[in-house]
Structures are given as C-alpha cells and as structure tokens.
Nanobody, 123 residues
Framework: QVQLAESGGGLVQAGGSLRLSCAAS????????MGWFRQAPGKEREFVAA???????SYADSVKGRFTISRTYAQNTVYLQMNSLKPEDTAVYYC?????????????????WGQGTQVTVSS
C-alpha cells in the first residue's frame, strides 16, 4: 500500500507560480514511478507530468516548458513546479504512484492516488 498526500494548491494570478508537493508513504519509494494528473470542471482527468524510477521526466504538451516535475528520495516526495500559469491550468491536481516504469501517461498505469489539491488561476 502507498499513501499519497498532496499539498501546495491555491489561488494565483495568471503568470504566477505554484509548487505542488506529494508525500508518499508505505511502499519503497525508489521503486515507484510518480505522476501528476488534473481534472478541470466538466472535463476528464488528464495527464500532466510523470517521473520514472530513474528520474526521467515526461510532460503533456500543454505544460511542457512551464512545469517541472522532480522527486527527492530521502523525503519520499515528488514536486510539481508550475510557472507561467494560465487560467486553463485551473483544475484539481492529483498525485499518483505506479509500480511500473512505462505507460506513465495513462491513468490505468497507476495503482494509488491522492485526494487532490485545487489549483485556481485567475485572469
């Protein structure tokens, strides 16, 4: 079992920045790939970013160049640094953990999910 707890969401103006954190506990973190997804009102949940066991990141085209995913093994934490935020980034952001190191853009690859944290970007 893996427990995930997100934090860092909030309200920010367009062009601003936020950093989301996801603290993991339970399973050996170093063997777990981590991802961030988001769900806007009335839309399906979508992939944002992921980081594999070996630290290799991947991003959705919509956030590439603006968001950065990273992880610290000592603190069992994954981060999502979000810069140049846009109103269309408004969503509930979810952290997820996967026991595999491939297919990380797909929800079905993940075994555990956090409760989500709200990010609101005002224009």
């Amino acid at each position: 079992q893996v427990q995930l707890a997100e934090s860092g969401g909030g309200l920010v103006q367009a062009g601003g920045s936020l950093r989301l954190s996801c603290a993991a506990s339970g399973r050996t973190f170093s063997n777990t790939a981590m991802g961030w997804f988001r769900q806007a009102p009335g839309k399906e949940r979508e992939f944002v970013a992921a980081i594999a066991w070996n630290g290799i990141p991947s991003y959705a085209d919509s956030v590439k160049g603006r968001f950065t995913i990273s992880r610290t093994y000592a603190q069992n934490t994954v981060y999502l640094q979000m810069n140049s935020l846009k109103p269309e980034d408004t969503a509930v952001y979810y952290c997820a953990a996967a026991g595999r190191n491939y297919g990380l853009k797909y929800e079905g690859s993940y075994d555990y999910w956090g409760q989500g944290t709200q990010v609101t970007v005002s224009s």
